[in-house]
C-alpha cells in the first residue's frame, strides 16, 4: 500500500497504540513510505504492510538481512504475530537444546 509520510507517522501510532510501551515506531523512506515497531532493544521488529503485519526477530540489530526468524504468518493483530513467531522461537530452541544435550552427552 502506497503511503504517504504522514499516513505512515500514523499508521506508526496506531501500531503502538495496539502493541503497548516498550515499542519504538520506525518511520522510513524506500520507494515508499513504511513503518515499524521494534522492542527488545531492536531484536523483536513488527512490520506494518497495510492490510496486516509481520514480526521478524534477529540477534543482530545492526544488518536486517541476518533475520533469524523471519516469519510468513500475516494477522491484523500485531500481538498475535509476535507471539506466532515467539512460538515458532521456542520450537527452534527446543530442537536446539535436544541437540546440545545429546551432544554434550556424546562427549562425557
Same mark, same amino acid.
Given at each position: 500500500?502506497?503511503?504517504?509520510?504522514?499516513?505512515?507517522?500514523?499508521?506508526?501510532?496506531?501500531?503502538?497504540?495496539?502493541?503497548?510501551?516498550?515499542?519504538?515506531?520506525?518511520?522510513?523512506?524506500?520507494?515508499?513510505?513504511?513503518?515499524?515497531?521494534?522492542?527488545?532493544?531492536?531484536?523483536?521488529?513488527?512490520?506494518? $504492510?497495510?492490510?496486516?503485519?509481520? !514480526?521478524?526477530?534477529?540477534?543482530?540489530?545492526?544488518? *536486517? /538481512?541476518?533475520?533469524?526468524? %523471519?516469519?510468513?504468518?500475516?494477522?491484523?493483530?500485531?500481538?498475535?504475530?509476535?507471539?506466532?513467531?515467539? $512460538?515458532?522461537?521456542?520450537?527452534? !530452541?527446543?530442537?536446539?537444546?535436544?541437540?546440545?544435550? *545429546? /551432544?554434550?552427552?556424546?562427549? %562425557?
Amino acid at each position: 500500500m502506497e503511503q504517504t509520510k504522514q499516513q505512515a507517522e500514523q499508521a506508526g501510532k496506531v501500531l503502538k497504540s495496539k502493541l503497548g510501551p516498550g515499542w519504538k515506531i520506525r518511520v522510513w523512506e524506500n520507494f515508499g513510505w513504511h513503518v515499524c515497531a521494534s522492542a527488545a532493544n531492536g531484536h523483536i521488529s513488527v512490520y506494518d $504492510d497495510g492490510d496486516g503485519y509481520s !514480526c521478524l526477530m534477529s540477534h543482530d540489530t545492526k544488518h *536486517a /538481512g541476518d533475520m533469524e526468524l %523471519a516469519d510468513d504468518y500475516y494477522n491484523r493483530d500485531p500481538k498475535k504475530v509476535v507471539r506466532h513467531s515467539l $512460538d515458532k522461537a521456542k520450537v527452534a !530452541c527446543g530442537k536446539w537444546q535436544r541437540l546440545i544435550e *545429546a /551432544g554434550e552427552k556424546a562427549i %562425557a
